[in-house]
Structures are given as C-alpha cells and as structure tokens.
C-alpha cells in the first residue's frame, strides 16, 4: 500500500467530524456509535502505520499536493509520531466507548464533532513536518479543548474555560512571535530546514525566539508559570475529555516543545534555553505536588499529580542528553496508560455515585470492587512501586538525570514521589479500609477496559524491555536530528 | 535595520498584554488578547516587507521583483481567522459566565480554588 495513504490520518477526522451534525435527527446513540466507528478505523489506519514504519525502519513523508518540502507542507511520521499517533488513536476509541456512559449533556452532536477534532488536532501537533503547521494544528486542539472545557454548561465550566482562554492565548501569540523571529532568522517554516540552518542564526535571536516558542508551548505542556488552567480544566471538562487532555493533549504538547527545541540544538546559546526548562520543569513538579496534597476532589488531585508528571517528562528533555530523551518518551507512554486508567475509574465513580468528592470514595472496594482495583493499580503505579510500568520510567529518568550532571534534580523526582505517595495511599486507604456499602452493578465494557489496561501496566511493569526499545527508537527520532534533516527529501531552494 | 514597524506591532501586544494582566472586567480582558494578536500579525506583516515594494499580487508591472515576500502575508491570514474563532469562542463563554455568576468581575467569578 501506498504510504501516502498515512495522510487519512489527518484527512478523516477531518471530513467525519463535520458530518456529525447532518446525523443530528438519529438521536444520541447514533451519533456516539459514530464517534466510535470513526475512532476504530483511525486507530486501524494508525496501527498500520505504526507497523510501516517499525518494519522498515523508515520515516513515512506525506507531502502534501505532491510538493517536496519546503515548498510544499510534509508530514513527517517517524518512529515517535508513529507511536503516539497509535496512542492518541486508542485513547481516543477507549474515551468514545466511555462517552455511552458518561456524557448526558445535550447537545451531543457539538460534542462529538469537538471529540473527533480534539483527536485530529493532537494527531496533526505530533505528525506535522512545519512550524507553522504545527500552529494551526495546535490551536485547533487548543480552541475545540476550550470548548470541551466549557461543554457541561455550569458556571464552574466557563470559568475554567475562560481560564484556559486567556492563557492559550498569550501562549499562542507568544509563540507566533517566536515563529515570525525563526522565519525572520532563517527565511524557511519548515522544521528540517530550520535545522539546517539553525547553526547561522544570531545566537542572540534564537535564544530569544526559543524561549518565547517554549512559552507559547509551556501552555499547552502545562510547565509552571502557566499551567494554573490545568487542574480547573480537568476538574470541570467532562469525564472522557479530561482523560483525553491528560493522555494525549498535553504530551502534544510536550513533544512538540521537545521537537522544536532539540531542531535549534546547534544554535550557539541553546544550553542557557536548557536551564530555564529545568528550572520550569522542577518547579512545576514542586508545585502541583504540593498543591495536590490539598485537594479533596479527587478528580482534581489527579489532575495535579498528572501536571507534576508531566512536569517529569519535561525535566527529562530540559537534560540534552539521549538517555534523557529516550527517559522522557518511556515515562509519556507509561503516563497516557495510568491516567486513561486514573480518569476512566474516578469519572465512572463520578458518573456512578454523583461526584468525585473523597467521601464518594470511601467504602468503593464494596461498592464497585473491580473499577476500586483500577483505581488503586492506577494510584500504585502513579507513586512508582516496582512492578508497575511508571517504577522504570522514573527510575530512567533519574539515572539520566544523575548522568547529565544534575543530582539534585533526582533528589527532587524521589521528594516528590513521597509527596505522592502520601496523598495516593489516602486515596487508596479510604477506598478500601474505610466504609460501608451494597455491590453495585458495573458497566461490562468499562470494566474490560480497565482490566485491559491493568494488565498492560502489570505486563510493562515486569517485561519493560519491549517498551523500553520502543521508547529508545521514539527518542532517537527526536534526539537525531542530523538523521531528521537526512530523511526529509528537501528541495535545494532557499538554503 | 530596526524599522518603526517593530516597534509599534511589539508596542501593540505589550498594550494587550497589559490590558490581559491588569483589567479586571473578563471583556476587557478579551479585548486585551486581540489587540496582542494584532500586534502579532503586524509583526509577521513587516518581517515580510520589503522598503518600496508592492503586495505579492501578480499583476501588470508587478513581477515576483517588485512584491515583497508572500509567506507572512498568507500566515497572517490564517492567524487572523484563528483569532476571530478564538475571540467567538471567549465571547460565548464569557456570556455564560454573567448568567452563571450575575458578573464580569473576574475576582468575584472563583469557585475554582486550590
């Protein structure tokens, strides 16, 4: 088959979503089965992908209209796209069948049409080949995530959404400005050009274009000063989209963070770009620790536990090392799985018991035994106990952070996950030692997910190596970038 | 050569950011981000500019010589539908907020907190 096709990946989320409200009449139950149809087929596209490209060992370039870059707009999927576009893929089909339960609010066609774009903008943010593609590919995730914020109507939802609106919105101006400065620098939008050219820039003009393109990203990726729309945002979306965000949306848009800043590494003052990420990624870690420890909505605390991860993987790439990046993708992976798991089960209790509160919580291993095991696998995991898939990932993580030269990073990462463990041995106390309650019926589907889940955890937490090559293929797409500019066939013009 | 265009479009989004971190009325706030996003635009507008030249539309006596360069144009128009969604979109919620809360204060909109 002709690569090529790997341009439906883009093209029917696209198309499909704006079907969704031609079907409006068919009622509620259409519309979701058609939100889960169109999920299973992009995965399928993606899993054929992901096939591709790990067979060959080869990138697969879509240029789009037949133009070679940089003339044209190319889609580079390499091994980490691959990946990923796999993942956003799956995430996805799992949250369309956890929307038959979940979502009430009307109107539902809005809904899936924002739920099939959110998957399309995340897919484009980690697949795209330009700069400024990547732009528009992330203000379309970022518009419909403000609209899926905001989509329960209650006066909560507005506020975190209006939140998330005023800073996307700095972010994307700040990150327009770096753009028009790399432009300015180098004449070329696209990324294996700008790499080309990355060792002539002004090493004043890229220091500054860099930190304003990893302050326009910082939003997105949810690093310190600007992640306060997070946890109002997980807390208010509706339960399927926040796992979304936290799976895949925000590991956008840390890749393309990562992308564009290992692009520029030859540009003479990227190191000092290297130490304002790691003072953002260790604060970001402090802070939502702490900050979690407080919390009593426990759909908030592990949105707060999901940023100061998130914060992990950006301190592994702030190290400019290989084993740090290669670190960095194991724990991105590692993350999606645990907080689909974390999300699913607190918003089903959501869904089930009326609320996410603590106290909805105590007595669950009577209540709903097998989603209570999700949950606390989801929890054992999340603090990093061995056997479970995160222990490898921050233990990677601080073997790189130690190599590179920063021990008290490393401190940090283990401070944090006794932070963790605090607040995650709570929840998992009230939820099985506290209490009283009647069985309740479980929904089949949901807790198949959830058990599929639990065994990938178990399955990566005692086999690692599988992941682990994976994450070294994934993290040398990045890391390599003199590899990155060999495999896009660039036009001789410009330059 | 550092031209009077950067200075005004940079002057335009620090107004903006200005207005987004100081004003406490949510449409002020709004009104704050689009006056940034113009700066913005103008800035991609005049990286693009060439001292004498015409807009980039091939027509009699305008040659690829004589326009200048095409690229930022077409980006600014694709940044300025994506403010406009944007702003759509912030104006929307924005309404929702004064059913919910009865205000545009955005000090008394804090049920979120913690």
Known sequence: MNVQYASLLIAIPLITAFFVPLMKGLGEKAIKTYVLIITAIQAGIATWVFEEVYTTGKPIIVMAGGWRPPVGIDLYIGPFAALFVLIVALVSFLMAVFNFRAVKVEPIDKYAMLFLLLMLGATGMIATGDIFNLFVFMEITAITAYALTAYNKTGEAAEASLKYMVLG??????????????????????????????????????????????????????????????????????????????????????????????????????????????????????????????????????????????????????????????????????????????????????????????????????????????????????????????????????????????????????????????????????????????????????????????????????????????????????????????????????? | MISAYYFGAISLVLIGLYAVLVKKNVLKMLIGLSIMETGVNLLLVSIGYIYGRSAPILSEGIGPNQAVDPIPQALVLTAIVIGVATTAMALSVAIILYQKYGTLNVEEIRRLRG
């Open chain 1, 169 to 495: 919105g700095i972010g994307s101006s700040f990150f327009l400005i770096g753009v028009a400065l790399i432009y300015g620098a180098t004449g070329t939008l696209n990324m294996a050009q700008i790499a080309q050219l990355a060792g002539n820039i002004n090493p004043t003009v890229a220091q500054v274009a860099l930190a304003l393109v990893i302050f326009g990203l910082a939003v997105e990726a949810e690093l310190f000063p600007l992640n306060a729309w997070a946890p109002d945002a997980y807390q208010a979306a509706p339960h399927p989209v926040t796992a979304m965000f936290s799976a895949f949306v925000v590991k956008a848009g840390i890749y393309a963070l990562a992308r564009i800043l290992y692009l520029m590494s030859a540009v003479g003052t990227w190191k000092n770009i290297l130490h304002l990420l790691i003072a953002m990624a260790t604060l970001t870690v402090i802070v939502a620790e702490f900050s979690a420890l407080r919390q009593r909505n426990v759909k908030r605390m592990i949105a707060y536990s999901s940023v100061s991860q998130v914060g992990l993987i950006g301190l592994a790439f702030a190290l400019g090392t290989q084993a740090g990046v290669d670190a960095g993708v194991f724990q991105m992976i590692n993350h999606a799985i645990i907080k689909v798991l974390l999300f699913l089960g607190v918003g089903y209790v959501a869904v089930q018991l009326g609320g996410a509160e603590i106290e909805n919580f105590r007595g669950l291993g009577k209540r709903m035994p097998l989603t209570a095991l999700g949950v606390t696998v989801g929890s054992m995991s999340a603090v990093g106990i061995p056997l479970f898939n995160i222990f490898w990932s921050k233990l990677r993580i601080i073997l790189a952070t130690v190599d590179a030269g920063y021990a008290w990073a490393a401190a940090l990462v283990l401070g944090a996950s006794v932070v963790e463990a605090v607040y995650y041995f709570r929840l998992v106390h009230a939820i099985w030692f506290t209490g009283e309650g009647e069985r309740l019926r479980e929904s089949a589907p949901l807790v198949a997910i959830m058990l599929l889940l639990i065994a990938i955890i178990v399955a990566i937490g005692i086999y690692p190596n599988y992941a682990w090559s994976l994450s070294q293929k994934a993290g040398n797409d990045i890391f390599n970038v003199a590899q990155y500019i060999k495999n896009v066939p660039l036009m001789g013009v410009g330059a």
